[in-house]
């Protein structure tokens, strides 16, 4: 089992450039979340999706979409790429459910920089 | 509103000493809180939560909800634990809030 993958693992964008990061999963998990990760700033949730075809907002989700159409992947977007979304961007996945809702499983990251 | 403070960024120790990574939450429901640790050129993983009350590579960590705090403890830390380690507080039972992280350095 691969767990989380994501695509790519590096990208250098120009403001204004459009560009989309993909997670995949081979869990069948239910739940998945896009992180950015900042120095000093810890993990800030962007957007999640608690089952396919479902998406919601998490603490920071200004300037990026989110796609959930198969249960296996979830795609994080940016229309208009600024500088202020240089981060690290990490895709996290999880069972749910009652037993444990908070054990995720993380992706190994996507460094994004916008110049 | 939720929330977890880890206020060291750093912490340095040599090995054999005790290791005390500080995480204080702040949450008005039952809290459930973990720690997630990030080894150099590893993927952030989980290495305990305080349900499990369970000892994982000798770290234990215990829930005060009296002084709303979740210290991560070794009795003796060894060069292998040297990672970034993020509490992290469980809340409307599908998302995680984490703090801030602090580095843990162990010198030989």
């Known amino acids: 089992n691969a767990g989380v993958t994501q695509t790519p693992k590096f990208r250098v964008l120009k403001t204004g450039q459009s560009m989309t990061l993909l997670c995949a999963q081979d869990m069948n998990h239910e739940y998945m979340y896009w992180y950015r990760q900042d120095p000093g700033m810890g993990l800030r949730l962007i957007h999640y999706s608690v089952g396919e075809g479902t998406t919601a907002k998490g603490e920071v989700p200004d300037g990026y979409n989110v796609s959930r159409l198969k249960k296996q992947n979830f795609l994080l977007g940016l229309e208009s790429a600024a500088p202020s979304q240089t981060s690290v961007y990490f895709c996290?996945?999880?069972?749910?459910?009652?037993?444990?809702?908070?054990?995720?499983?993380f992706g190994p990251g996507t460094r994004l920089t916008v110049t | 509103a939720q929330r977890v403070t880890q206020p060291e960024k750093l912490l340095s120790v040599f090995k054999g000493a005790p290791v005390e990574l500080k995480c204080n939450y702040s949450?008005?429901?039952?809290?459930?809180l973990f720690w997630y640790v990030q080894y150099s050129r590893q993927r952030l993983q989980l290495l305990l939560r305080h349900i499990s009350r369970e000892s994982i590579k000798g770290f234990t960590a215990d829930l005060n909800k009296g002084e709303t705090s979740f210290h991560l403890k070794k009795p003796f830390a060894q060069e292998e634990d040297s990672a970034m380690y993020y509490c992290?507080?469980?809340?409307?039972?599908?998302?995680?809030?984490f703090g801030t992280g602090t580095r843990l350095q162990v010198f030989p």
């Open positions: 992290a507080l469980g809340y409307n039972t599908d998302k995680l809030i």
């Open positions: 996290a996945s999880t069972q749910g459910g009652p037993l444990r809702p908070y054990e995720q499983y």
């Open positions: 949450y008005s429901g039952s809290p459930e």
